[in-house]
C-alpha cells in the first residue's frame, strides 16, 4: 500500500511538472512568421487615455481641418482622444500596443472603413504576438522588449476582436477589439 502511494506521488509530481512545462512552452516558443508581415512604421505620437473602468483605449483619428484635437464618445461611455494629421498622410491610423501576461495595454482601437491601420506591437513581458484575422493581419511573435508591427486596410465595418495567438493566452483573456465604423 505504502509502494502504491509513493508511486501515485511520483505520477502526480511528472503530470504537475508537465503541465507547468507546457505552460512555459506557451510563453516561450517561437514560430517563423512570413516576412511579408512584418513591415517597419514610423513612430507618430499616440496619445493613450483611460475609460471609467481604468483600462487603456486609443483612438487616432485625424485632426480636422482647423488642427484641433477632436474627443469622441467611445463604448462603454468611456472618453476616446483622436489625434493624427492630415497634411501628413490622411487615413493612416497608427497604434502602438504593449502586451505582457496575459492582456494588451488598449482594449479598444476605433478607426473608420478604408483607414490603413499601422500597429506597432510591444511585447512588454512574456512571447506574444498580435493578431486580428477578420483582416488577414498578424505580427511577428516577439519576447520580452521586442517590437515588431503590421498593416492593414480596414475594409469592412464591425467589431472584430483581436487576440495573442501563442499557446492558450486567448482563452487566458489575451484579447481586445477593433471597432470600424462607417
Not at 476605433?110 to 488577414?136: A, L
Request: hydrophobic share 35%.
Amino acid at each position: 500500500m505504502i509502494k502504491e502511494v509513493n508511486i501515485m506521488k511520483k505520477l502526480i509530481l511528472v503530470f504537475m511538472l508537465l503541465i507547468v512545462s507546457l505552460i512555459l512552452l506557451g510563453c516561450t516558443e517561437e514560430q517563423k512568421v512570413d516576412s511579408a508581415v512584418k513591415k517597419t512604421i514610423p513612430s507618430q505620437p499616440v496619445q493613450p487615455v483611460q475609460n471609467n473602468e481604468g483600462q487603456r483605449i486609443v483612438v487616432n483619428d485625424n485632426i480636422n481641418s482647423n488642427n484641433q484635437e477632436k474627443n469622441t464618445e467611445g463604448s462603454s461611455g468611456s472618453i476616446v482622444k483622436t489625434v493624427g494629421s492630415d497634411s501628413v498622410q490622411p487615413n493612416v491610423k497608427d497604434f502602438e500596443v504593449h502586451g505582457k501576461n496575459f492582456e494588451y495595454d488598449i482594449k479598444e482601437i476605433r478607426v473608420k472603413k478604408g483607414d490603413t491601420v499601422r500597429i506597432k506591437f510591444t511585447s512588454d513581458i512574456g512571447f506574444h504576438d498580435w493578431v486580428v484575422n477578420e483582416f488577414n493581419a498578424r505580427t511577428e511573435k516577439v519576447r520580452d522588449g521586442g517590437t515588431t508591427s503590421t498593416e492593414f486596410i480596414a475594409d469592412k465595418t464591425g467589431e472584430f476582436e483581436y487576440y495573442c495567438s501563442v499557446g492558450s493566452h486567448k482563452s487566458q483573456g489575451m484579447i481586445g477589439k477593433i471597432i470600424v465604423e462607417d
